[in-house]
């Protein structure tokens, strides 16, 4: 090993002195070089980089203006000269251009601001920038140009400011170019700035159909800046509009509103001539829509209450009660829609019987209904789900389904929780018309009204509900219960929840006065006030707005009464009370209908009979149970 070793050594000295030692040295050597000039030549570029724009600006300071523009020239000629290799390079340029552009920008801007804002007179400093820097203010000045003649199509901006702005730029080096064509077009621009403000108008609040329209209309009358002006926007609009105008299409089609949907992909088919798909959607709306014409004559409108869900509770139950004779049952629900619809009946939105947008008058209104078709409101009656209630076999509460299908929620005789869309007459009228798409007439559904003293909905949706929901329990012999502020909150979001739904699917929203007032027609005003200030803080602050009251029992107060005045300036338009025979007539900055009040006391009404018979209605469990 000893040997060994030593011949190994012997041999690697002998190697240092040969010709693979030198390769290597050299090598190495050669390495060194080239890694220094790489560094040197990088550090020339990184100084030359972090210097250009600094040198420039400071040139554009001192007034330096030729040299300004040669440095600009410069980079801009390498950026030219550039082979695809050097992309990485290239792409330093291009930004250091864009930061002396921007610096010129800034400049150019300042001045024209303040000759608009000040009517500022430029200066012999700033008339030779302007004209020194040639195509890097020309550039900005054109846009500034073009961008006050938009303001004052817009209205934005008056006359004699935009002839001054012009007087002050025009005369500065080739800055004429740009200004005369559009001094020329002055005239022509205010005589089309009303219409463009109106197309402007309707797009502000999301009407694109219209201002397309308008802006269309516009362009087929004017050349020049204003015809090129209103080509972009038609450009600009069509593209902003598609996916949200398409979107809302198919919502119409699918929540059953196929007459809008018809007139809305109408106008876009003219808008977009050739897209398919608004071809493909006009062609299913038209195929479930027919005639419309106008409707003069009575209105039926037809009001339950909570249904009857499970009839073994109501008639067979050990909490069997008397007051199962103010509910309808399911069955009974489905066969008045059943020969409701037989009839030629077809659900309408009382609101489309007024133009409302202004609080202080009303205007009626012509309602519409397909050919063949009668009109008709239902309304769903305090639907807070008073627990006295219970024993009648009604639901306990409305929840959404995983599908976010409105349901209703009942414990049966048997004491099992229960959750199904046709337990209440909310998703039994939705199954209906899902079945039956002509029941209405471009997605109308019905009108939920909700008073508030003990729920909404069936949730506790504030502290003031507590005590009469532990009252109304007790009487019920049911345990009370004492909900947390954060189990209300949770309540009112599964509330805000629901209302989405239902106003999403065609339904609309009513009060019923908070404490559910009996006669509000012998009540004093001030407990009226003092009522509707706690509807509208507890219940309305989950509604939204909200137009109609549901005067329980058919108290209706007289419309110029002074308490009737004082709902109709919170905000309450249309009004039901009470009739079994279908009557509406308006007032004073309001609606009047009477209701038909549906319940088992009532179907026998000789007023009924156009509506639906009598024996065909009534539910077998009634009479089958009627001994126990």
Request: hydrophobic content about 35%.
């Amino acid at each position: 090993m000893t040997v060994f070793s030593s011949e190994y050594h012997v041999g690697e000295d002998a190697r240092k002195g040969g010709k693979g030692y030198t390769a290597a040295a050299v090598l190495c050597a050669v390495m060194l070089l080239a890694l220094s000039l790489t560094t040197f030549f990088i550090g020339r570029k990184n100084a030359y980089e972090k210097d250009t724009v600094p040198s420039f600006e400071k040139a554009l300071d001192e007034g330096r203006y030729t040299e300004a523009l040669d440095i600009y020239r410069g980079i801009q000629d390498e950026v030219l000269k550039a082979s695809p290799e050097e992309q990485d390079s290239n792409a330093t340029r291009i930004r250091m251009l864009d930061e002396m552009e921007n610096i010129v920008r800034t400049r150019v801007d300042a001045l024209c601001d303040h000759i608009v804002s000040n009517r500022y007179i430029l200066t012999a400093s700033d008339i030779n920038f302007l004209n020194s820097m040639r195509e890097l203010t020309s550039s900005v000045v054109s846009e500034r140009m073009y961008g006050i003649c938009e303001d004052f199509l817009l209205g934005n901006i008056e006359k004699p400011v935009v002839m001054y702005f012009f007087e002050q730029l025009q005369p500065i080096g080739n800055f004429s170019a740009t200004a005369n064509p559009l001094l020329r077009e002055l005239d022509y621009i205010e005589t089309a700035t009303g219409d463009v403000q109106t197309a402007e108008k309707a797009l502000g609040t999301g009407d694109y159909i219209s201002a397309v329209k308008k802006y269309t209309q516009v362009n087929e009358n004017y050349d020049g800046f204003v015809g090129d002006y209103c080509d972009k926007r038609v450009k600009a609009i069509k593209a902003e509009m598609y996916e949200p105008m398409m979107s809302e299409g198919e919502h119409m089609i699918q929540t059953y509103k196929f007459y809008s949907a018809e007139k809305l992909f109408s106008d876009l088919a003219t808008i977009f001539p050739e897209d398919e798909m608004i071809k493909g959607n006009l062609l299913t709306a038209t195929s479930h829509t027919s005639e419309v014409r106008e409707y003069r004559g009575p209105i039926e409108v037809i009001c339950v209450r909570s249904l009857i869900a499970d009839t073994d509770t109501a008639f067979a139950g050990r909490y069997h009660s008397n007051n199962t004779d103010l509910y309808l049952t399911v069955s009974e629900f489905e066969k008045i829609l059943e020969n409701l619809y037989s009839r030629d009946y077809v659900l309408v939105d009382p609101e489309n019987l007024i133009e409302a947008s202004d609080p202080t008058f009303l205007l009626e209104r012509n309602l519409k209904v397909p050919k063949g078709k009668k009109p008709l409101v239902v309304v769903i009656e305090n639907l807070q789900y008073n627990a006295t209630a219970y024993n009648c076999g009604t639901c306990r509460r409305l929840v959404l389904n995983d599908e976010y299908q409105v349901c209703g929620e009942y414990i049966n005789n048997a004491g099992e929780t229960v959750v199904s869309r046709t337990a209440e007459s909310i998703g039994i009228l939705d199954t209906f018309v899902e079945k039956h798409p002509d029941f209405t007439y471009d997605g109308a559904k019905g009108i939920i009204s909700v008073s508030g003293y003990e729920a909404c909905f069936g949730y506790i949706v504030s502290q003031d509900e507590i005590d009469d929901r532990n009252n109304a329990l007790s009487t019920a012999n049911l345990t009370p219960v004492n909900p947390s502020a954060e189990e209300i909150t949770y309540n009112r979001d599964r509330v805000t929840d629901i209302v989405n739904v239902l106003k999403d699917n065609g339904w609309k929203l009513a009060s019923c006065t908070y404490n559910y007032i009996e006669d509000c027609r012998n009540t004093e005003k001030q407990i009226l006030m003092d009522d509707t200030e706690k509807w509208l803080d507890q219940i309305g602050s989950l509604f939204g707005e909200v137009h109609m009251l549901v005067y329980p029992n058919g108290n209706y107060i007289y419309g110029t009464d002074d308490r009737a005045v004082y709902y109709k300036n919170n905000g309450f338009r249309i009004f039901f009370g009470g009739g079994a025979t279908p009557y509406y007539t308006y007032g004073d900055n309001y609606l009047y209908l009477d209701r038909a009040m549906m319940s088992y006391k009532t179907l026998t009404r000789k007023a009924y009979e156009e509506l639906f018979d009598y024996n065909e209605i009534i539910d077998s469990a009634r009479t089958q149970n009627s001994g126990t």
